[in-house]
């Protein structure tokens, strides 16, 4: 046998490796529709179908009213547009429309300045964010066309989010800020899970699992020092990381961009989401380790279980369901949190107390299964379901 | 009797039918092996007894207590040293040692100084320079220096009952030597019961009390050394326990 055949087949006879390989597949097959999401919503944006917009007539000359209003019979757009007096654009959205343009200028002097509205939504982050764009070309093309000559058209986006207003600049910083913020996120699963994970693994490669468990420990304590080592350890990792990323920042002259959004409380907030979930991945990454029998093993199962936290990381492009249902998802605490600054802290709290609970359960399970013979026959026990499962086939 | 197993069955989920429905008690101080056979359910027995898996029919009463009702009390009277010796690459003997002795003695609730005095004591039973102990990580330690360590810390604790699976297995002749004396001596002071397990015919006649012959999951015979040599007619138990096998294998066929 070659060396490298000897090395392959050392990994692949490894079932952990087996589902290592096999989950991201499942995975991302699975997050289709997440995709499908993002990608239909791009297309309603671009195509404007169905968009009921409201063109506000605030400070404008008769010549202008009457341009308007030419350009309005005549739009070809696949939008509704209305034309409506008055300045105030946040009482017109609150009527249903979508898009509210609050037009100022003149004709003569060949000047617009055009403020647009848009209303937006968590559930539609993607749409949400490409409408403004799209809008605002749509009407400049319009009063263009509508005057004979050029005309000096200047337009400012906003974006009308759970009740309140924020310019399109801003939410877009707020939205990079998130992502950034979202790294913090795998800087501290992945180590955690990996360790817990070894810290499982390590004792029966040591061979040390039979004499812990034979000791006078209750099986809550061995599970709660394991999954707190690997917590103190993957917080130091979390930490390096974090701080030499704040001093990439700082040193590079850049303003740590969340400050402004984000106060003391959203930060702490962020920062218990993401212990929950550590917690979380590191009680699974160890349950899963009971089946396995060596290191090697172990370390497959760390991906295994950090890899559902992408599904959140990507539905933050697509839009998150405001729902406290899926708030209470394993994985949504972190990704509800960094979004508090735009839909508030309830969905954070149930989120994370939810993540909490379920890494309450798992540990549960974790302890039963200590308690019971899978703890020392774990990974026999997974080879007979194998033989039985292909036995049936 | 400090421990009695009551027609203890072990079916392993595979189906293996590793005991076949054994019993036997053992006497408080008394030194207990168990010899047979690769396979014969030695391991198995002592893992049910040190509450690390369950019979799937019977009963294990250690020292009063019901092993498999109450596992937690059961483990703070059994120390147990696994056939298949390891120890954490990462740490130092010295500190293994300290971590294990203070689990199980805090667990009995002992004060600082005794688990430090115990401590000293484990330290002493390895037979290792204090040096090598607390200088160099058990990956460094060789399979007999491992055994020591495991069978001196559980010396050193005085548990109510000692099991130890094939406790020389590996060891240089020297070390072995002086382990049995050790066992016995810690039996005879301590009052502490051991049970063990043994492919050397002659350790088990100078160590242990009394032995059962266990093969394919069921005791076929059990005794004090001296009584099965005689009763088989035999020149010492090895030779007892050729003679035993072959009777057997004949009375089967
Ligand atoms: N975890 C397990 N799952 C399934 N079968 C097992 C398991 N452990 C042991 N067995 C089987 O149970 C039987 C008894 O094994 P055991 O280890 O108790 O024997 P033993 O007397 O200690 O042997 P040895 O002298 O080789 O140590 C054997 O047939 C073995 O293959
Ligand atoms: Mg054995």
Same mark, same amino acid.
């Given at each position: 046998?070659?060396?490298?055949?000897?090395?392959?087949? #050392?990994?692949?006879?490894?079932?952990?490796?087996?589902?290592?390989?096999?989950?991201?597949? %499942?995975?991302?097959?699975?997050?289709?529709?997440?995709?499908?999401?993002?990608?239909?919503?791009? @297309?309603?944006?671009? !195509?404007?179908?169905?968009?009921?917009?409201?063109?506000?007539?605030?400070?404008?000359?008769?010549?202008?009213?009457?341009?308007? /209003?030419?350009?309005?019979?005549?739009?070809?757009?696949?939008?509704?547009?209305?034309?409506?007096?008055?300045?105030?654009?946040?009482?017109?959205?609150?009527?249903?429309?979508?898009?509210?343009?609050?037009?100022?200028?003149?004709?003569?002097?060949?000047?617009?300045?055009?403020?647009?509205?848009?209303?937006?939504?968590?559930? !539609?982050?993607?749409?949400?964010?490409?409408?403004?764009?799209?809008?605002?070309?749509?009407?400049?093309?319009?009063?263009?066309?509508?005057?004979?000559?050029?005309?000096?058209?200047?337009?400012?986006?906003?974006?009308?989010?759970?009740?309140?207003?924020?310019?399109?600049? /801003?939410?877009?910083?707020?939205?990079?800020?998130?992502?950034?913020?979202?790294?913090?996120?795998?800087?501290?699963?992945?180590?955690?899970?990996?360790?817990?994970?070894?810290?499982?693994?390590?004792?029966?490669?040591?061979?040390?699992?039979?004499?812990?468990?034979?000791?006078?420990?209750?099986?809550?304590?061995?599970?709660?020092?394991?999954?707190?080592?690997?917590?103190?350890?993957?917080?130091?990792?979390?930490?390096?990381? %974090?701080?030499?990323?704040?001093?990439?920042?700082?040193?590079?002259?850049?303003?740590?961009?969340?400050?402004?959004?984000?106060?003391?409380?959203?930060?702490?907030?962020?920062?218990?989401?993401?212990?929950?979930?550590?917690?979380?991945?590191?009680?699974?990454?160890?349950?899963?380790?009971?089946?396995?029998?060596?290191?090697?093993?172990?370390?497959?199962?760390?991906?295994?279980?950090?890899?559902?936290?992408?599904?959140?990381?990507?539905?933050?492009?697509?839009?998150?369901?405001?729902?406290?249902?899926?708030?209470?998802?394993?994985?949504?605490?972190?990704?509800?949190?960094?979004?508090?600054?735009?839909?508030?802290?309830?969905?954070?709290?149930?989120?994370?107390?939810?993540?909490?609970?379920?890494?309450?359960?798992?540990?549960?399970?974790?302890?039963?299964?200590?308690?019971?013979?899978?703890?020392?026959?774990?990974?026999?026990?997974? @080879?007979?379901?194998?033989?039985?499962?292909?036995?049936?086939? | 009797?400090?421990?009695?197993?009551?027609?203890?069955?072990?079916?392993?989920?595979?189906?293996?039918?590793?005991?076949?429905?054994?019993?036997?008690?053992?006497?408080?101080?008394?030194?207990?092996?168990?010899?047979?056979?690769?396979?014969?359910?030695?391991?198995?027995?002592?893992?049910? %007894?040190?509450?690390?898996?369950?019979?799937?029919?019977?009963?294990?009463?250690?020292?009063?207590?019901? #092993?498999?009702?109450?596992?937690?009390?059961?483990?703070?009277?059994?120390?147990?040293?696994?056939?298949?010796?390891?120890?954490?690459?990462?740490?130092?003997?010295?500190?293994?040692?300290?971590?294990?002795?203070?689990?199980?003695?805090?667990?009995?609730?002992?004060?600082?100084?005794?688990?430090? !005095?115990?401590?000293?004591?484990?330290?002493?039973?390895?037979?290792?320079?204090?040096?090598?102990?607390? @200088?160099?990580?058990?990956?460094?330690?060789? !399979?007999?220096?491992?055994?020591?360590?495991?069978?001196?810390?559980?010396?050193?604790?005085?548990?109510?009952?000692?099991?130890?699976?094939?406790?020389?297995?590996?060891?240089?002749?020297?070390?072995?030597?002086?382990?049995?004396?050790?066992?016995?001596?810690?039996?005879?002071?301590?009052?502490?019961?051991?049970?063990?397990?043994?492919?050397?015919?002659?350790?088990? /006649?100078?160590?242990?009390?009394?032995?059962?012959?266990?093969?394919?999951?069921?005791?076929?015979?059990?005794?004090?050394?001296?009584? %099965?040599?005689?009763?088989?007619?035999?020149?010492?138990?090895?030779?007892?326990?050729?003679?035993?096998?072959?009777? @057997?294998?004949?009375?089967?066929?």
């Amino acid at each position: 046998m070659k060396m490298l055949e000897k090395e392959v087949r #050392v990994l692949m006879r490894e079932p952990m490796v087996i589902a290592m390989i096999v989950l991201p597949f %499942i995975i991302y097959s699975s997050m289709a529709p997440f995709y499908g999401g993002i990608a239909e919503q791009t @297309k309603e944006a671009a !195509k404007l179908e169905g968009v009921k917009t409201a063109i506000l007539v605030c400070d404008v000359d008769q010549a202008t009213r009457l341009l308007l /209003e030419t350009i309005v019979s005549r739009q070809k757009t696949n939008m509704t547009i209305h034309l409506l007096e008055g300045c105030n654009a946040t009482s017109v959205l609150a009527e249903g429309y979508d898009i509210v343009a609050v037009i100022n200028g003149s004709v003569l002097r060949r000047s617009f300045s055009t403020a647009l509205y848009v209303r937006g939504s968590i559930e !539609k982050f993607t749409k949400t964010m490409a409408l403004p764009a799209t809008a605002s070309a749509v009407f400049t093309d319009l009063l263009a066309r509508g005057g004979e000559e050029e005309v000096n058209m200047t337009v400012k986006s906003y974006v009308y989010l759970n009740n309140r207003l924020y310019s399109f600049e /801003e939410l877009s910083s707020i939205f990079n800020s998130a992502t950034i913020m979202i790294m913090a996120l795998f800087f501290i699963l992945f180590p955690a899970a990996s360790l817990g994970a070894v810290l499982i693994g390590a004792e029966r490669e040591e061979r040390m699992l039979d004499v812990l468990l034979s000791l006078p420990v209750r099986r809550r304590d061995i599970a709660l020092t394991k999954a707190t080592a690997a917590l103190i350890v993957s917080l130091l990792a979390a930490a390096s990381a %974090i701080g030499g990323y704040m001093v990439m920042l700082t040193r590079s002259g850049l303003e740590v961009p969340f400050r402004f959004y984000f106060t003391t409380l959203d930060i702490v907030l962020y920062a218990v989401a993401l212990l929950s979930e550590a917690f979380f991945v590191v009680i699974l990454a160890m349950l899963i380790s009971i089946f396995t029998s060596t290191i090697r093993g172990a370390q497959a199962v760390a991906p295994i279980v950090a890899f559902p936290a992408l599904i959140p990381f990507f539905m933050l492009m697509t839009g998150l369901p405001l729902s406290y249902k899926t708030a209470t998802i394993p994985y949504m605490a972190s990704i509800y949190s960094v979004l508090a600054p735009l839909i508030g802290r309830n969905y954070a709290v149930v989120s994370i107390a939810a993540q909490f609970t379920e890494a309450l359960i798992v540990a549960a399970v974790f302890i039963k299964v200590l308690e019971s013979e899978i703890a020392i026959s774990g990974p026999e026990t997974l @080879k007979q379901m194998a033989r039985r499962l292909r036995r049936r086939r | 009797m400090i421990v009695i197993v009551d027609r203890v069955e072990k079916v392993y989920p595979g189906g293996v039918r590793a005991l076949r429905g054994i019993s036997f008690s053992v006497r408080e101080g008394e030194i207990f092996g168990l010899v047979g056979p690769n396979g014969a359910g030695k391991t198995t027995t002592f893992r049910i %007894i040190a509450s690390l898996i369950k019979p799937t029919s019977g009963k294990v009463i250690v020292d009063g207590v019901d #092993v498999v009702a109450h596992p937690f009390e059961a483990r703070k009277r059994i120390a147990y040293v696994p056939e298949e010796v390891g120890g954490y690459r990462r740490l130092t003997g010295l500190e293994y040692l300290k971590f294990i002795v203070t689990t199980f003695l805090r667990a009995r609730g002992a004060s600082r100084e005794e688990v430090e !005095k115990s401590v000293d004591e484990a330290v002493e039973l390895t037979g290792l320079p204090y040096e090598k102990l607390s @200088k160099t990580k058990m990956g460094d330690y060789s !399979k007999g220096m491992k055994r020591r360590l495991q069978v001196a810390w559980v010396l050193a604790v005085k548990p109510k009952l000692a099991i130890l699976d094939e406790p020389t297995t590996g060891l240089d002749v020297e070390a072995s030597y002086e382990l049995r004396h050790l066992i016995k001596e810690y039996s005879k002071k301590y009052g502490m019961t051991a049970l063990i397990s043994s492919h050397n015919m002659f350790e088990v /006649e100078t160590v242990c009390d009394r032995v059962a012959l266990i093969k394919n999951g069921l005791i076929i015979d059990e005794g004090a050394p001296r009584e %099965i040599v005689e009763k088989y007619d035999a020149v010492n138990l090895e030779d007892a326990y050729m003679k035993i096998l072959s009777s @057997k294998k004949t009375m089967h066929s």
